[in-house]
């Protein structure tokens, strides 16, 4: 039996979808050149923002691979990374220990540094209501665009009061878990009520 004449649907809808992106590049030809230089410049950022991202990733391995025993080096190369790519302007990696938070790894400028060696040990039973606490609760990410704004600090707790006098004011923090077990933390800030992005 012949099949020759006969329709091929493969065919028709191959022509179709050629048909349909052809028809979109051609109407994006109208877009106004403002529209088409936005798209590219949030392109250009996306791409910038992955290489960023793959670049801190390698550095954090290599790191690890050059100095497995020395974990104090490996922690300050996480945070400077997660510090940089936030753009954030202090950042702080704790370890979870016996109902406490103990900061091993600081990054920023001098005063907040200074200041968080003075008090490294966050005890959560002595603030049960700052932002650590929740991490340790809910073992899920924290984000609080303005530090005068949350409960701890109006309630005049003396630590968010103190980070809050230092120049604080948003924060985030992420926790970091093995097997569903809390292990640390890391917490960025920035100086102005910046909320940080979903990125």
Known sequence: MS?????????????????????????????????????????????SEAREQQAATTEVLQVISSSPSKLEHVFETILANATRLCE???????????????????????????????KPVVELRDHPRVPLARVAINKEVLHIPDFRADQAYIERDPRMVALVEAGVRTF?????????????????FSTEVRPFTEK
């Open 3 to 47: 099949l020759k004449g006969a329709k091929n649907p493969t065919r028709g809808r191959k022509l179709r979808s050629t048909g349909t992106k052809a028809g979109t590049r051609v109407a994006r030809i109208g877009e106004p050149p403002a529209e088409l230089e936005k798209e590219l410049e949030a392109r250009t950022r996306e791409l």
């Open 88 to 118: 954030a302007k202090f950042g702080n990696l704790f370890l979870h220990e016996n109902d406490a938070f103990r900061a091993v790894a600081t990054h920023g400028p001098s005063h907040l540094v200074e200041w968080l060696k003075r």
């Open 172 to 188: 985030l923090a992420v926790p970091m878990l093995k097997e569903e077990k809390l292990i640390g933390a890391i917490a960025i």
